[in-house]
């Protein structure tokens, strides 16, 4: 979800028994989605920043670092998103659940 529906929506409701994924790769929004990383930090929602540039947080019990490759703005969300998927396999397959396939709906929707 983009930063600033976050920000005006879900920001309202969100509490510390929740976890925040936050993706801040330089450029243009890198600002301003570390200021929020620091919103939510102070809010003590546990927050995993991931970026491709230098960050002034200190990492703790609410605030984890993934540090990237620097890549062009543009090409970051591609790059930085990989980890992540990758972790969410591994969970998956250590929960006994195969990767991709559905299990609570189906791929076709026949209902609206």
Known sequence: MGAAVFRHGLREMIRPEHRVVLFAPAGKTHDLLIHMA???????????????RDVELEPGETCFILRTEPQDELWAPL?????LQLV????AQRRG??????IVSTYVTIEE
């Open 38 to 52: 620091k919103d939510l930090i102070a809010l003590r929602v546990p927050v995993m920043v991931v970026t491709n």
């Open 79 to 83: 790059v930085d998103m990989v980890p």
């Open 88 to 91: 969410g396999y591994l969970l």
């Open 97 to 102: 659940l195969e990767p991709g396939k559905l």
